[in-house]
């Protein structure tokens, strides 16, 4: 079978824009300019259905249906609030036979299984708010073979592409038509692709139309041999058009392209559209799956960013997030944050930025932020929630070789964490487990053990070192590190003490062992994880701090009390002053 989505990433190509604009005077759908040009899109598709067969069949649910009437269902997620015939919509569904539907979240909607009627006079609102896109009739009618779905893009800026496969399965030869809808200017493209040979010269007659909210708003594209092309048809208001289509009415100088009809319709006012999740987070250069380089409208900041919800790798520190305006009203904002299933905490009351720095969060929690939108009155126009859950910790090193034989840590003591070498069980290894943390008291000293297995060919000596993250802040300063020893080998074991400072923050947080040549006094603990033998061998384990015995009991004077008792619930503690004179 021809892979279609595979061509239309090869021929993703920009086409010549054709200057033709149509005054909308005499379209019964208003409020829109029509126009040729364009390019198609070949984005990762986000779901698929393929070998569709029935001619009928419906998407509008997880589950299709075939019925002589109609289907009911809540249809699949359009991708952003699209702006249609005085509406928002943000659900979608869709047949092979031609069409799709536009409908909300609010209620599940039906979509005719007839294409027929979809222009006819019939006022029934089941055929309300459908783009019909491929009303075809020619010698043999081609089935839809695959149907891919893309939903993509950052807020205010979200594409959505539907491309509808045709083929013939008995010459192999095809065509498609790709649909896709634009938040950023409020339009849609429509075009057709002929697949080397494919079906576009057998095509006799084309409907295109668009039917909106009433039987009576309705528009549709007339193309006539000698009269008109696909550059330039007529709109018209006739529901019995059918728009005649030869071989030379389509663009297709290389016998595999079409241009692109093209509808923009007018920015609404005063109307807010249901809400898209329309978070995204901004984060640091070179992290993990960023998934754009451009600029954000803050010319302050910088950097890459990601869309938020469902992120599964998001960091535990120096987080911010960011989103769009949903409509023309947004004026201040209220973010909550919380772990997900928990009470939300008050992050911003009233906040005018389109942006907030988030607090230091837990590693691999979920999380739910919500933004509530305001108007300049005060009234609440829409609320939007997000999830997300953050990374495990950034450049997590596991205990494994990272040397191809040489300087591995063969046995690693401290406090309760132990550590034996054993290359088969290490592939197995996902830390934490329990063998492999420990709990650390502020104030407190601990024995440090390590053995390595540094090659007896290797004349190299190594300063070993232990970091810890005593502030929880997933970064290594020169405070928080200690040299434990030095490793060669005539020098394999190697036994310190650790005292661990009396300020720090409790709570889980990371520590790393990493050996580094002799020279270095200045390791680098936050590069990342990896195999040269200057950088040295890396493990990390995560532990728990608590706060020092000397907290307890307020056994120092309450100015004498340091960071870690202050700390001591992981922040949330109420100071009471009493006693003293004015």
């Not at 057709?192 to 295109?208: F, N, P, R």
């Not at 901004?282 to 960023?290: K, L, M, S, V």
């Not at 009233?350 to 999380?367: E, F, G």
């Amino acid at each position: 079978m021809v892979d279609y989505f595979n061509f239309f990433i090869k021929r993703s190509i920009i086409l010549f824009f054709l200057y033709f604009t149509y005054s909308t005077a005499h379209a019964q759908i208003e409020g829109y300019s029509f126009s040729v040009g364009g390019e198609s899109i070949a984005p990762t598709p986000n779901y698929s259905f393929g070998e569709l067969g029935e001619p009928w069949k419906i998407f509008i649910n997880e589950q299709t249906a075939v019925n002589k009437d109609s289907v009911t269902g809540t249809g699949y997620e359009l991708g952003f609030p699209f702006y249609f015939s005085g509406n928002y919509f943000d659900r979608i569904a869709f047949s092979n036979n031609g069409y799709i539907k536009l409908g909300t979240s609010q209620a599940p909607f039906s979509i005719p299984t007839s294409f027929d009627q979809v222009f006819s006079s019939n006022t029934s609102s089941l055929y309300n708010n459908i783009i019909a896109h491929a009303r075809i009739t020619n010698n043999y009618l081609p089935e839809v073979k695959n149907i891919l779905v893309s939903l993509f893009g950052f807020p205010g800026e979200r594409t959505s592409v539907f491309v509808f496969a045709y083929q013939n399965l008995t010459s192999r030869r095809g065509m498609s038509s790709q649909l896709i809808l634009f938040e950023k200017d409020h339009s849609f493209r429509l075009g057709y692709i002929q697949h080397k040979g494919g079906l576009l010269h057998q095509i006799e007659k084309l409907t295109v139309g668009l039917r909106g909210n009433s039987a009576g708003n309705i528009s549709l594209l007339n193309i006539q041999e000698g009269v008109n092309t696909w550059a330039d048809p007529e709109i018209v208001n006739d529901f019995n058009a059918v728009c005649e289509v030869k071989e030379n009415i389509f663009v297709a100088p290389k016998g595999e392209l079409t241009d692109w009809w093209i509808y923009n319709f007018e920015a609404p006012k005063g109307i807010v559209p249901p809400c898209s999740k329309p978070f995204y987070l901004i984060t640091y250069e070179g992290f993990p799956d960023a998934q754009s380089t451009r600029l954000l409208d803050d010319s302050d900041f910088i950097g890459y960013y990601n869309l938020l919800d469902g992120f599964s790798k998001a960091p535990t520190s120096n987080l911010t997030v960011a989103w769009a305006a949903a409509s023309e009203k947004d004026h201040n904002y209220d973010i909550l944050l919380s772990v997900t299933g928990q009470a939300p905490d008050t992050l911003a009351r009233n906040l005018t930025d389109k942006k907030i720095n988030l607090p230091q969060l837990l590693p691999s929690t979920n999380y739910t932020i919500e933004r509530i939108a305001k108007d300049s009155q005060g009234n609440v126009l829409y609320s939007c929630q997000a999830s997300f859950t953050t990374q495990r910790y950034p450049d997590y090193c596991q205990p494994s070789p990272l040397e191809g034989g040489k300087e591995k840590i063969s046995f690693l003591r401290f406090n309760e964490i132990e550590y034996y070498r054993n290359s088969e069980e290490e592939e197995l290894i996902l830390l934490p487990e329990e063998n492999y943390t420990t709990t650390l008291k502020g104030g407190e000293t601990y024995n440090f053990s390590l053995k390595n297995q540094i090659a007896n060919d290797n004349n190299n000596r190594y300063n070993v070192w232990l970091y810890i993250d005593l502030n929880r802040d997933n970064q290594w300063t020169n405070k928080e590190k200690f040299q434990i020893g030095i490793a060669s080998k005539s020098q394999r074991s190697i036994e310190n003490t650790v005292q661990i400072p009396k300020n720090i923050i409790p709570g889980k947080t990371r520590i790393r062992i990493k050996f580094t040549d002799i020279a270095s006094t200045n390791p680098g603990a936050n590069e990342a994880c990896g195999s040269s033998s200057r950088l040295g061998n890396r493990q990390d384990y995560i532990i728990t701090l608590e706060a020092s015995e000397s907290c307890n009991g307020l056994a120092v004077t309450p100015s004498a009390q340091n960071l870690s008792c202050i700390n001591a619930n992981n922040g949330s503690i109420s100071l009471i002053t009493t006693g003293g004179t004015g």
